[in-house]
């Protein structure tokens, strides 16, 4: 079974400095895997996904993502972290049955950015 | 654009009694899938619909049931509601012709089971 496993519940970061959310995976085949974002009362923010391709994966707000197949890890990075980062984040990973497909979500870390 | 909406935002229901919410794909949709979110937890497939259809269904008892509409809309039905059905129920839609192209969520609905 497909699964995704995020093993920090919470990572903290000064303003600035360089952020690292991890994520590894476990897949049979080829790994489609996305990185989303959540605001507090708010629904899930698309920031990024991997399908094929160059192992680095730029999204949105200036955030990327290392895909490393050999340490089957999916790891969500920023250069220089702002306040306005702190949320929470999920990894995912696409799980196709059929025609059909379905996500299965990691437990989500939470990124504090303090000033 | 409008994207995924869903209605209502907040909910509140006594165990036993039965829950309908709504979602409104965003334009250009036609696949919609139902999440259950719940406190601390990241969303829990419960099913997608397309064509009117269920495609696939997560592992959820059949008391939540869904409906597609012909304009693309769906409904998530929990009947017999219990405390732990409590949660965020996101609503998130895709085009089925681009199986690459990320899911787009709506903000939820707050559903408390008291």
Known sequence: AQSVAQPEDQVNVAEGNPL?????????????LFWYVQYPNRG???LLKYITG??????????????????????LKKPSALVS????????VRDRLGGTYKYIFGTGTRLKVLA | DAG???????????????????CSPKSGHDTVSWYQQALGQGPQFIFQYYEEEERQRGNFPDRFSGHQFPNYSSELNVN???????????????????????LHFGNGTRLTVT
């Open chain 1, 20 to 32: 690292t959310v991890k994520c590894t995976y476990s897949v049979s085949g080829n790994p489609y």
């Open chain 1, 44 to 46: 899930l923010q698309f």
């Open chain 1, 54 to 75: 160059d192992n680095l994966v730029k999204g949105s707000y200036g955030f990327e993502a290392e895909f490393n197949k050999s340490q089957t890890s999916f790891h």
């Open chain 1, 85 to 92: 980062d702190s949320a929470l984040y999920f990894c995912a």
């Open chain 2, 4 to 22: 995924v909406t869903q209605s209502p935002t907040h909910l509140i229901k006594t165990r036993g009694q039965q829950v309908t919410l709504r």
């Open chain 2, 80 to 102: 017999a509601l219990l405390l732990g059905d409590s949660a965020l129920y996101l609503c998130a839609s895709s085009f089925f012709g681009t199986a690459n192209s990320p």
